[in-house]
């Protein structure tokens, strides 16, 4: 599905990422793993098309498209979605709204015709109720006055109606209280189909400990320095990454 091959990029003459090589196949989960600083957000910003970052060399090939040649918005229809690490804000936008000009969008684009008003109902009211939900978030403005983990709760949510072929989630466990990381966790699960792959950008293991993935990658200063499975993300939480970063050293 997904073919990041050395892949460099810049943030205001800065390299960030160094050489970075990642294959993602469709009914995979991914979890990136590394310290702070070490080009994590940077790597699903520069798959989901943000401005602001320079590749410099490497390519991303999505189902063998060039992704580099692709808008953010058509990345997005294409199923290639991003939730949001610190969500926005939008005043005066309605979630629901947002929600359903997402979807329409999305069905446009494949020459569907927008989801008849009913049909949408339903649809929001079962994934709200999925995600513990009040019905009023719906007509709220866009995380406005949201707590954190009704802001994760709402990136969630947005993945479970746009119901992307490559979902990344970037911290989505951050800030967390237990109960909010389970409903959120098992969001993340009723996700995982085998058409479907899940990009898990995380500093804690906790997270992996309900979303168990295929693959972990430790990311540090802009490459890959190692993969393995799981069991990869519980040595992390039990010897930290400094081990890491001397072997790669
Ligand atoms: P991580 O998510 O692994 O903590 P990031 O990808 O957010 O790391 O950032 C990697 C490095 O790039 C950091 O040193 C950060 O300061 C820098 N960086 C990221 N975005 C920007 C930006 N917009 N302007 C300047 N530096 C940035
Ligand atoms: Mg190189
Ligand atoms: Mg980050």
Not at 47 to 58: L, N, R, W
Not at 169 to 190: C, F, K, P, T, W
């Amino acid at each position: 599905m997904l073919e990041v091959n050395d892949l460099h990029v810049s943030v205001e003459g800065n390299e960030i990422l160094k050489g970075l090589t990642l294959t993602i196949n469709a009914g995979e989960v991914h979890a990136i793993m590394g310290p702070n600083g070490a080009g994590k957000s940077t790597l699903s910003a520069v798959i989901a098309g943000k401005d602001g970052y320079e590749v410099t060399q490497g390519t991303i090939l999505y189902d063998g498209r060039d992704v580099l040649e692709m808008e953010i918005e058509e990345r997005a229809r294409a199923g290639l979605l991003l939730g949001f690490q610190y969500p926005v804000e939008i005043p005066g936008v309605k979630n629901i709204y947002l929600l359903k000009a997402a979807l329409n969008a999305q069905r446009t684009a494949r020459g569907e015709g927008e989801i008849p008003a009913p049909e949408f109902m339903k649809l929001i009211k079962e994934k709200i109720a999925y995600m513990k939900m009040d019905a009023s978030f719906l007509q709220r403005a866009v995380n406005e006055g949201f707590s954190g983990g009704e802001k994760k709760r709402n990136e969630i949510l947005q993945m479970l109606v746009l119901q992307p072929r490559l979902a990344m989630l970037d911290e989505i466990d951050s800030g967390l209280d237990i109960d909010a990381m389970r409903v959120v966790a098992d969001g993340v699960n009723s996700l995982r189909n085998e058409e479907r792959a899940i990009l898990l950008v995380t500093h804690y293991q906790r997270l992996l400990d309900y979303v168990v993935p295929d693959f972990v990658h430790v990311l540090v200063d802009g490459r890959i320095v190692k993969s393995g499975n799981a069991e990869l993300a519980r040595e992390l939480e039990a010897n930290g990454y400094e081990g890491i970063e001397e072997s790669a050293a």
